[in-house]
């Protein structure tokens, strides 16, 4: 007997075999935020309770409780909405709304005027702290003093886009944020080899407005004003060339970017370059 094989693309009954397109998903270039859902959840390093991080409208993150509370129990300078991805400090109308994790963290002071319903929430953070400090799930830091001064690593100050940022490592070390085809993160760098790079200069920086009035110091700065505006946005994006390009790759992490304050960063201040020059800088 001949074997009675059904073909290629078919059933043992010779039906169809009906194959599924497959359709990758791809971020659209008008939304606002890049930033997929698996890049938003984390653990506050206070209390170890789960947080969303989401992004504002100027792009500085904002970490927000997951769930949505009653609007009637929320103080007006407390609720914020979510649109497009993108936070918004005041409510959308609706009956619901997020809420800072800062209000609700049982380590830290509130920032807003706390009622009973938001006391209650409070009070079942902290025993959930208690739970996973008793299991060994969660080791809380001492206090914000010591994490600050443990924090010993070199974060230099970049200026590009008319603003000074402060990075969240080395400049030869940052990383790209935008997902691969793998699904995880891009492993190339920021500063590409053959591409412009910024050089080290001298900047003399005071305080921001509002704030006291001190001396004017002077600092290492990792400029990238001179080159490209496109450029220049692309390390605000904290995209490397290939993935810049590509408008539709999702991000996996946010941006390590913060806007550099005097006075909060005093610390990362150096007045002299204590920095190796970047690869392409023409600064020695």
């Known amino acids: 007997m001949r074997p009675n094989s059904a073909p290629t693309g078919c059933y043992w009954d010779s039906s169809t075999r009906t194959v599924p397109v497959r359709r990758p998903l791809r971020v659209a270039a008008t939304s606002p935020s890049r930033l997929l859902r698996a890049g938003q959840s984390g653990r506050c390093r206070r209390c170890g309770n789960r947080i969303d991080l989401y992004q504002r409208a100027d792009g500085?993150?904002?970490?927000?409780?997951?769930?949505?509370?009653?609007?009637?129990?929320?103080?007006?300078?407390?609720?914020?909405?979510?649109?497009?991805?993108?936070?918004?400090?005041?409510g959308?109308?609706?009956?619901?709304?997020?809420?800072?994790?800062?209000?609700?963290?049982?380590?830290?002071?509130?920032?807003?005027?706390?009622?009973?319903?938001?006391?209650?929430?409070?009070?079942?953070?902290?025993?959930?702290?208690r739970r996973l400090i008793d299991i060994?799930?969660?080791?809380?830091?001492?206090?914000?003093?010591?994490?600050?001064?443990?924090?010993?690593?070199?974060?230099?100050?970049?200026r590009m886009l008319l603003g000074l940022y402060l990075a969240d490592g080395l400049v030869?070390?940052?990383?790209?944020?935008?997902?691969?085809?793998?699904?995880?993160?891009?492993?190339?760098?920021?500063?590409?080899?053959?591409?412009?790079?910024?050089?080290?200069?001298?900047?003399?920086?005071?305080?921001?407005?509002?704030?006291?009035?001190?001396?004017?110091?002077?600092?290492?700065?990792?400029?990238?004003?001179?080159?490209?505006?496109?450029?220049?946005r692309r390390w605000r994006l904290q995209r490397c060339p290939a993935h810049a390009a590509s408008h539709g790759a999702a991000d996996l992490a946010l941006a390590g970017w913060q806007i550099f304050d005097p006075l909060l960063h005093a610390q990362h201040l150096r007045t002299g370059l204590p920095y190796p020059p970047a690869h392409g800088s023409g600064e020695r």
């Open 136 to 158: 060994g799930a969660f080791t809380p830091t001492a206090s914000t003093t010591s994490a600050a001064t443990a924090d010993t690593g070199e974060r230099p100050v970049v």
């Open 60 to 90: 500085r993150p904002i970490a927000l409780h997951p769930i949505e509370l009653a609007t009637a129990h929320i103080p007006d300078p407390c609720r914020w909405h979510l649109s497009s991805g993108i936070a918004h400090p005041h």
């Open 172 to 232: 030869e070390g940052i990383r790209c944020v935008a997902q691969t085809n793998h699904r995880r993160r891009c492993p190339s760098p920021l500063l590409a080899p053959d591409g412009p790079a910024g050089s080290w200069k001298q900047l003399s920086v005071g305080p921001r407005h509002g704030q006291l009035t001190l001396p004017e110091q002077t600092m290492a700065v990792y400029d990238l004003s001179r080159l490209p505006h496109a450029e220049q």
């Open 92 to 129: 959308d109308g609706s009956a619901w709304c997020r809420i800072p994790h800062a209000v609700l963290c049982p380590q830290r002071t509130p920032i807003c005027r706390i009622n009973l319903p938001l006391a209650s929430a409070r009070r079942q953070l902290a025993v959930r702290t």
